[in-house]
């Protein structure tokens, strides 16, 4: 009796089977790896494959299709190359690549490909952008016209950052373009804008030290940091500033400020390159291939000042780009150049004077925020590109030992405090305030004659007494009032004051209670 309910049991059993609706077909494409080389290779078999398409090569290994061809596909890998083998099967997808985006991400460290990399668990976020997207047309986009302060001297006064603009730092190894780009980052830390920084090609030590400092001002909670160390594939290098920037684009849908710092753009070309001549690319002026510009124009392009119909947000983007015995007419800077709306240019030359930052404000340009400028800085700026220029081309004729008159000397004193009054040290950003009465102290002469401890403890003299007494220097910079003549006497006042308060308070042998403010 039992075996009998047992065979009725597995006859209606087969029965609902046969009974049951067939499955439908279901079509996998699949081909094969015909080489591997290192970070890229070339696949067979997939005559229907797209450009851009993600290919599967199991084990958790992507690629990007790069090249189409007649009987074969030139693939860039996501992963290491030794995760394939000549022969493996490879899958269509039929997806481009995405990355995961939104609001969660902020605060984590993740890899070129939005993949968490600082053991706090997955990202949680069910929000996926693709890497690759058009960016927004003319009828999308706004005019520049609110300031994007970044708290230095020289840059707020004389090369000013708009929101929405997209502004290039370069200059050659060693001169302080990340560290421009981190005091920036951390000058937005009680502004509410959102900020990214996409590390392409960098030690791991050097980007901890920056996931370190932005910690240390409080700004690492609303900051995504991307990596794509030199120890990764060239494919993630090359994939990284695109994934940031589709995360940029989704906070700036929402209606926030984004700033974007993409670390650096020569070394996503390097990438690039790599790659075209793996895949055996012809190469074009200095070894480039031909679409260079086109890799990184669609790139910055996306970046803007948005208007209602785009999320009514902002992307600003500072790319960073390295010269080389300072050649600013190599092939990568100069299309940058041409690019992005104005650049930052870090100097040698004031490095060796130990000018920080080494801004040059000769070649320095900014088209695009002046127009968003507080008009009080605008009118500072003016007087200070002038006197520093004269001031140059007099130190210059004063190296041959030609003897000077006292209007010359005077002239040379002035310029060379006003030189000294723009220097900064790192991680201490400036509000715009106290930015404008330092510059006017300097203008006026009032650091005339002081040595570099002297002119520091003055400057934080300065500051402390507009801590004290500067609500209408703030309320002048909030409502973007000018700067008239009662303005700038009674910062003038004000600083004379704070400078001889100061030289009275060492002269009685007192404690210096302002020195560490400069």
């Not at 995760?83 to 995961?100: I, L, Q, Y």
């Not at 981190?182 to 920084?197: E, H, P, S």
């Not at 920080?356 to 500072?380: H, I, T």
């Not at 201490?428 to 401890?453: K, N, R, Y």
Request: glycine content about 12%; aromatic content about 4%.
């Amino acid at each position: 009796m039992p075996h009998d309910s047992l065979r009725d049991g597995t006859d209606d059993l087969l029965q609902a089977v046969l009974d049951a609706p067939a499955p439908k077909p279901h079509l996998s494409e699949i081909g094969t790896v015909a080489e591997i080389g290192d970070g890229i290779a070339i696949v067979t078999g997939l005559a229907r494959a797209l450009v851009d398409e993600v290919l599967d090569f199991g084990g958790g290994l992507s690629g990007i299709v790069f090249d189409l061809e007649q009987d074969r596909l030139g693939v860039v890998l996501l992963g290491p190359s030794e995760a394939v083998a000549p022969g493996a099967d490879v899958r269509r997808t039929g997806r481009v690549v995405s990355v995961p985006v939104g609001s969660r991400l902020l605060g984590r460290v993740v890899d070129g490909l939005g993949r968490p990399r600082d053991d706090r668990g997955p990202i949680g976020s069910d929000l996926f952008r693709p890497i690759e997207v058009d960016a927004p047309g003319i009828l999308d986009r706004r005019p520049v016209t609110r300031p994007l302060a970044t708290g230095l001297k020289a840059i707020d006064a004389a090369v000013p950052v708009g929101m929405g603009q997209r502004e290039l730092i370069v200059g050659d190894r060693q001169t302080g373009k990340t560290s421009i780009a981190i005091d920036a980052i951390l000058n937005q830390k009680d502004t509410g804008v959102l900020c990214i920084y996409c590390a392409i090609g960098q030690r791991g030590d050097a980007v901890a030290k920056v996931i370190g400092a932005l910690r240390d001002g409080g700004v690492m909670e609303n900051t995504i940091v991307m990596s794509a160390g030199d120890e990764e594939t060239p494919g993630q290098a090359y994939v990284a500033p695109y994934a940031a920037m589709s995360m940029a684009e989704a906070l700036a849908a929402d209606g926030r400020d984004v700033l974007i710092v993409l670390d650096d753009l020569t070394r996503h070309a390097h990438s690039y390159r790599e790659l075209s001549l793996l895949l055996r690319r012809p190469p074009g002026r200095e070894a480039f291939p031909g679409d260079i510009f086109y890799v990184h124009a669609r790139l910055l392009e996306r970046a803007g000042q948005f208007g209602p119909g785009a999320g009514g947000g902002s992307i600003t983007a500072l790319p960073v780009v390295e010269t080389q015995a300072a050649n600013l007419s190599a092939y990568i800077p100069t299309n940058l150049i041409s690019i992005t709306d104005g650049q930052i240019y870090l100097s040698p030359r004031l490095v060796r004077k130990n000018q920080f930052p080494a801004v040059d404000l000769g070649v320095s340009v900014s088209r695009v925020g002046g127009k968003a400028q507080a008009p009080a800085l605008r009118e500072v700026a003016g007087n200070l590109r002038v006197t520093l220029s004269q001031f140059e081309e007099l130190e210059e004729f004063a190296r041959f030992g030609t003897r000077l008159d006292d209007e010359t000397r005077a002239r040379l004193s002035r310029g060379a405090a006003v030189r000294a009054a723009l220097r900064q040290p790192e991680r201490e950003p400036m509000p715009a305030s106290d930015q404008l009465a330092v510059l006017i102290a300097a203008m006026e002469g009032l650091f005339d004659g002081m040595d570099e401890p002297a002119l520091a403890a003055a400057t934080g003299a300065i500051r402390a007494a507009l801590r004290d007494d500067g609500d209408a220097a703030r309320e002048m910079i909030a409502s973007g009032r000018r700067l008239d003549d009662q303005d700038r006497a009674r910062i003038v006042d004000l600083a004379r004051a704070a400078i001889g308060e100061r030289g009275q308070m060492n002269a009685e042998g007192r404690e210096d209670p302002h020195g560490s403010d400069a």
